[in-house]
């Protein structure tokens, strides 16, 4: 499971480039990552594959993503909807 926020992808993205290193990865901006990587939209909020919503409250959910994984990413709202349906409040 793996959390998917602004920060959360800031940091990634900054540990992953090496010509990002000068930028601190705790209050970078994604402006200023994607200026370095001249990629605009990497840094994007991720949409919530049970109500569709684009958001920065995500997490991602099961494999990692990659060609016919079973991935899931899923909005608090959603998780908090889930929870209740388990703990029969819904």
Do not use: H
């Not at 992808?9 to 900054?14: C, F, S, Y």
């Not at 840094?43 to 049970?50: A, V, Y």
Request: with cysteine.
């Amino acid at each position: 499971m793996k959390r998917m926020r602004e920060r959360d992808k800031i940091r990634e993205t900054v540990g992953e480039w090496p010509q990002l290193s000068e930028l601190d990865p705790e209050t970078a901006t994604v402006e200023e990552v994607e200026n370095i990587i001249g990629r605009y939209g990497w840094l994007r909020q991720s949409s919530c594959d049970e109500c569709g919503i684009q958001t920065w409250d995500i997490v991602e959910i099961g494999e990692p993503p990659y060609y016919e994984s079973a991935t899931a990413y899923v909005c608090l709202d959603c998780l908090k909807k889930a929870i209740a349906l388990l703990e029969g409040k819904e």
